[in-house]
């Protein structure tokens, strides 16, 4: 089990990232709505679905990071064979990696080590809250997935 900090900051420009897609979606909107007014049916049409593929690519090009300012966590995603779990502490993002296996169609269960193992092996922010994540994965997971080992 792998776990500590990722190497990963998130600063203010993420802000002002997502702002500026925002924006510019809005104008894509005004844009075509102008031109559909207008009679340019064809180009309105064109102009709405290319603000609408690229507001739908950045709002889940965006997601991970949104929830970590938001929330302060992103309950995770699969990487390989592995389950990564983060949080935001300050403006460095930290994560902890649980194992995955594969169940059949589409499913994966995580494993969360026992309270002793837990202990032993997280890094010190996540040590005590054990309890705490678990609910967060469960957001994630059905509980039947949550496989605890011994």
Do not use: N
């Not at 002793?116 to 092996?121: N, Q, S």
């Amino acid at each position: 089990m792998q776990s500590g900090a990722s190497g990963e900051s998130l600063g203010s420009s993420f802000r002002l990232l997502v702002a500026a897609v925002l924006v510019t979606c809005a104008v894509g909107a005004a844009c075509s709505l102008f031109l559909l007014v207008g009679g340019a049916v064809i180009d309105g049409i064109v102009i709405a679905a290319i603000t609408y593929f690229v507001f739908r690519w950045s709002w889940r090009a965006t997601r991970r990071k949104r929830e970590l300012l938001s929330r302060g966590y992103f309950a995770g995603h699969r990487v390989g064979t592995r389950w990564l779990y983060e949080e935001l502490r300050g403006r460095e993002i930290v994560a902890i990696e649980l194992p995955l296996d594969y169940v059949g169609s589409g499913k994966y269960e995580v494993h969360v080590p026992s309270e002793h193992d837990w202990l032993a092996t997280m890094p010190a922010w996540a040590r005590e809250r054990r309890a705490e994540i678990i609910e967060r994965l469960a957001t994630v997971f059905k509980r039947s997935q949550l496989h605890f080992d011994p």
